[in-house]
């Protein structure tokens, strides 16, 4: 992946010209102008999911600037290497391998000349399994109780995304009730455990690496 930096781009100072004839621009301008502004700069996924970004101060020309900028920077080159596996992660010389969780199509993702899919299967696998059995009640407390609460701790992508989730599906909750750690502040962890019973609750850890000062100081 090549290693661009956007500043620098011919693209950035056309996009920094254009901020500034648009700073003092409106909204409301904008939809004056331009009456079918709503279908240019609005898409619906699957008569489901509704994306409305009209009311952003942006016109097509700072979608065709945008689209400058990531054809300069290389974007389509930049996925690609994600995709394939390549370690585009520089600090920890890594794959960054979230798009493996989500590829429900089974497309092989090597990383070092290995199919990646095979383990993430099993561990998905394993994580319904045990989701499961939480919820059904055959999975117990420590002393053979089911359990109701389920706290999280985390912080950072191991505490947004489950919130995230959790929040989303709020809809279709069952009886598990979800709690979430993530200020180092010794007052967030004791108002939940205030609110759970430790014979009927589940704490998570949630950490990519386990070296997360925060995450660790509220699970020890």
């Not at 993530?182 to 430790?198: C, F, Q, R, Y």
Request: hydrophobic fraction near 40%; charge should be neutral; charged fraction near 25%.
């Amino acid at each position: 992946m090549k290693n661009i930096n956007p500043t620098q781009t011919a693209a950035w100072q056309a996009l920094q010209k254009h901020f500034d004839e648009m700073k003092d621009v409106t909204i409301a301008d904008l939809f004056a102008k331009d009456g079918d502004r709503f279908s240019k700069f609005s898409a619906t996924f699957g008569d489901q999911m509704l994306v409305d970004y009209s009311k952003n101060r942006i016109t097509e020309e700072t979608l065709a600037k945008l689209q400058d900028l990531a054809k300069e920077c290389d974007l389509a080159g930049a996925i690609k290497s994600m995709f394939s596996g390549e370690k585009i992660n520089r600090t920890e010389n890594r794959a960054v391998l979230h798009v493996a969780l989500r590829n429900r199509s089974n497309t092989p993702i090597l990383v070092d000349g290995k199919d990646v899919m095979p383990e993430v299967n099993a561990v998905l696998e394993k994580m319904k399994t045990f989701s499961e059995a939480i919820i059904s009640g055959e999975w117990k407390g420590y002393t053979g109780k089911a359990i109701t609460d389920v706290v999280n701790i985390g912080i950072g992508g191991s505490d947004l995304g489950p919130y995230m989730v959790t929040e989303a599906l709020r809809p279709y909750k069952n009886h598990l009730n979800m709690h979430f750690v993530s200020n180092v502040d010794g007052t967030h962890i004791a108002e939940v455990l205030k609110k759970v019973n430790p014979e009927t609750t589940l704490f998570l850890v949630a950490s990519k690496t386990f070296t997360t000062q925060e995450t660790m100081t509220n699970a020890h």
